[in-house]
């Protein structure tokens, strides 16, 4: 009787263990965007990047503006290993398809890369820092 018991006690133990790796391994699955959230200001003018939300699939609601709005088609964010990257598709007068590809940098809270404007054929290095309130 008593083995029965300890053989119950030790799989019970083994099943809380099991299902907490498994919480803890779907946990990671889920990448945390939450640091992309805010407003972004390009370093070399005025050009912004407002990011309202990121889900945890990395779809993005992002404006651009110039510093009136421009129409962001696509943006998103994803994981790469511990990097965090963000790319966002403009499609306006002036912006035919002109792309940001930025790297999240959260030493620096920075968001860098390069921007290859189409409209110029003309690739940029760009970073962009978080906007205090007003900018």
């Known amino acids: 009787m008593k083995t029965t018991h300890r053989t119950l006690l030790f799989l019970s133990i083994g099943l809380t263990l099991l299902i907490a790796l498994n919480t803890l391994a779907l946990a990671q699955d889920k990448p945390d965007f939450s640091a992309l959230k805010g407003r972004w200001v390009r370093t070399d003018g005025g050009y912004v990047i407002e990011i309202q ?36 598709e403009l499609r306006g007068p002036g912006y035919p398809g002109s792309t940001y590809t930025l790297i999240y940098d959260p030493k620096s809270d920075e968001l860098k890369g390069i921007y290859p404007h189409a409209g110029l054929q003309q690739d940029f290095d760009v970073v962009f820092v978080r906007g205090k309130a007003g900018q």
């Open 53 to 88: 939300s990121v889900n945890a699939g990395g779809q993005m609601q992002a404006a651009y503006y110039n510093p009136k709005p421009i129409n962001v088609s696509q943006a998103e964010a994803k994981r790469s290993g511990a990097a965090v990257t963000v790319f966002i």
